[in-house]
């Protein structure tokens, strides 16, 4: 092929293009000290590119999120630590005021006050406000959170959780609203609240103790327990009740005493205490003693004299003079073994019994009336006349009366049955007997005439405020505990009233978690207290019942809301924690955008920076490769008819 000079100096011309394309490729990048200036420069890595940039740009939003997130929260954390404090002052004065006597109105006034400045203090925490808008309203940030009624508080905001992108696939709520902190029940009124319901006879065993009732199933002998009488002898001296087919109390008082009646023993019954909550065991002394009567239950519980516990037994001429030593004696069997055994006493003939109808002791002189024993006392001592054994034995000497104090034990009938402590009915006695309060449980079919031990309640009114609402609510025609119920249910505001769960008493419980709410008297009566309603589930609402209990001076009720201090702090301090936590989440999700970040523009750099050096070299290169064809070029292209027209 022929080639032209045409041909060559397009060549030529191209070539020159390329070489000085390349070196102000060069240059561009040498000025802006980048490799890529545009998408054509390195398509795969301007990819690359615009992912990095997306990925920092994302970072940087983040990292804005959790700063501004970060400015709410820490104010969220000094609220809290400040609320804490008030209701840590708060706790110091009810504390300080519970343990005080005799305290004058006027100091009672200032720690009122006080107490009713912390109060204030604490709402206008709740409605602490950053740029202009309301932190503690949930979504409503232009509402204020809590507005003061007469006698409470209502929360005005919404249960709106705000949440923030604190990384790529995370979020958190930031937020908290006032009613999470000051309105969620800190303890239930009434929760327990004991009303003390007494018994009658129609009273179901298993109803008592709160329901758990009287154990009539377990062991060999189910339903049973024993009694003993410690002053008679084996056997006889014990009776096994079985009470395994009772019913209500009725049953099992009728059974009690119909066996025990049955098996002789005349001078033990049970009945029902007079305290009205409680059986007691009704005991009379029979007179009767045995061997086994203990010496200290003789003489109606008086005893016998054992300081010298010396009987003197002589003949009028002292022919026979022995002194007998009982001092070692504990039961009636251990005198008359100790007078029995004596020889010189046998010899004469002399034995001790107990009598025929075994109310004392009688002396027989086999040997009379050969010889005539004198028993007496040593100067100083009263053994024998406490023995009732003074005198001369004509044959006999009958002993007087030794009137023995009952003495009684009840005991179950083996190890693992509970009946008689089931029935308050355990112990050893001597005279009556009172059981333990055998706590029925509390149904709603009560009759308010049984409470307080039989002995009926207080039915007077009762004011329940709930946020700005009030009502007074009156007992006086309840008649059931179910009334009582119906009645508070009835009054028109949020609460749920029932029976406790302890089965002792009713609470009330707020169903409104955006209101504070307390039970007080009406003026001056005492109905809240006798139904131990008195008082709040809250922590503004216990404050109000704080600063009342100690204006009136009322110390139980200022230790009562102790507890209630406390739990609102560790209710307080829980919410903070929870901060607290948030903040060291996105301190540490902060930490890892920011490596993340330098991580990024690492790699961006990495795609997208000149390497200056190399550059530089290259561009001086490429400065004298074209400079090089720039001479080259003007030796080989010819001169043209311009030139000669030139």
Do not use: C
């Amino acid at each position: 092929m022929r080639v032209t000079n045409n041909m060559i100096s397009n060549s030529v011309i191209s070539n020159l293009g390329r070489s000085l394309e390349r070196f102000m490729q060069l240059q561009t990048n040498m000025s802006t000290g980048r490799r890529i200036n545009r998408p054509s420069d390195d398509p795969i890595g301007t990819h690359k590119d615009l992912r990095y940039r997306t990925s920092i740009k994302e970072i940087e939003q983040l990292k804005k999120n959790i700063s501004s997130s970060h400015n709410l929260m820490s104010t969220y954390d000094n609220v809290l630590g400040n609320m804490k404090d008030m209701i840590q002052s708060a706790n110091e004065l009810a504390v300080g005021m519970s343990n005080s006597s005799n305290i004058d109105p006027v100091a009672n006034g200032v720690a009122a006050d006080e107490i009713a400045s912390l109060r204030q203090q604490i709402m206008d925490m709740a409605n602490t406000r950053l740029s202009g808008r309301y932190i503690f309203s949930g979504y409503r940030t232009d509402t204020i959170s809590i507005t003061a009624g007469i006698n409470g508080y209502r929360y005005d905001g919404d249960d709106g959780v705000t949440e923030v992108r604190v990384e790529a696939s995370t979020r958190m709520s930031i937020n908290l609203n006032a009613a999470e902190v000051l309105f969620k029940p800190i303890g239930t009124v009434g929760e327990n609240a004991d009303l003390n319901l007494g018994i009658n006879p129609s009273t179901l065993l298993a109803d008592l103790n709160l329901g758990d009732g009287v154990d009539l199933t377990n062991g060999t002998a189910p339903g049973t327990f024993v009694v003993t009488d410690n002053n008679l002898d084996v056997p006889g001296n014990a009776v096994t009740i079985d009470i395994s087919t009772a019913l209500s109390l009725n049953d099992a008082v009728a059974q009690i005493n119909n066996q025990l009646a049955v098996a002789g023993f005349t001078n033990i019954s049970v009945d029902f205490g007079p305290e009205g909550n409680n059986l007691r065991w009704v005991v009379n002394d029979s007179g009767l003693i045995a061997d086994s009567t203990k010496l200290e239950n003789l003489n109606s519980g008086e005893g016998v004299d054992l300081s010298q516990g010396i009987l003197r037994f002589h003949t009028a001429d002292n022919s026979i003079d022995v002194n007998i030593d009982i001092s070692d004696a504990e039961t009636i069997g251990d005198v008359r073994t100790i007078i029995n055994n004596d020889p010189t006493l046998q010899a004469a003939g002399i034995m001790a019994v107990v009598n025929f109808g075994s109310t004392g002791l009688d002396i027989i002189d086999t040997d009379w009336p050969a010889s005539e024993l004198i028993i007496e006392d040593l100067e100083g001592s009263r053994t024998a006349s406490e023995l009732g054994l003074e005198g001369t034995i004509s044959g006999v000497l009958n002993g007087e009366d030794l009137n023995p104090k009952s003495d009684f034990t009840v005991n179950e009938s083996e190890a693992g049955q509970t009946t008689a402590g089931d029935l308050g009915l355990t112990g050893s006695f001597n005279y009556d007997f009172s059981g333990r309060d055998l706590n029925p449980r509390l149904l709603a079919d009560a009759l308010l005439e049984n409470l307080n031990s039989g002995n009926g309640i207080n039915q007077g009114m009762v004011k329940v405020s709930q946020g700005t609402r009030i009502v007074e609510l009156n007992l006086s025609a309840a008649v059931t505990v179910q009334d009582v119920i119906d009645i508070f249910n009835g009054s028109g505001l949020d609460i749920l009233a029932s029976v406790n769960d302890a089965q002792t008493g009713i609470q009330i419980v707020s169903t409104s978690n955006t209101e504070s709410l307390t039970i007080q008297e009406v003026n001056g009566g005492y109905t809240a207290h006798e139904w131990d309603i008195y008082g709040s589930p809250d922590i503004l609402g216990s404050l109000i019942i704080l600063e009342e209990a100690i204006r009136n001076g009322e110390e139980e009720d200022t230790s009562n809301l102790i507890e209630n201090m406390y739990n609102g702090i560790d209710q307080v301090l829980s919410h903070r924690a929870k901060m607290g936590s948030k903040v060291i989440r996105l301190e540490t999700a902060d930490a890892r955008l920011t490596d993340q970040g330098f991580n990024f523009t690492k790699l961006l750099s990495d795609v997208e920076d000149a390497d200056l050096t190399k550059l530089v070299a290259d561009l001086a290169m490429q400065e004298n490769s074209y400079q090089a064809a720039m001479i080259a070029s003007s030796k080989i292209i010819q001169p043209s008819l311009l030139n000669f027209l030139k």
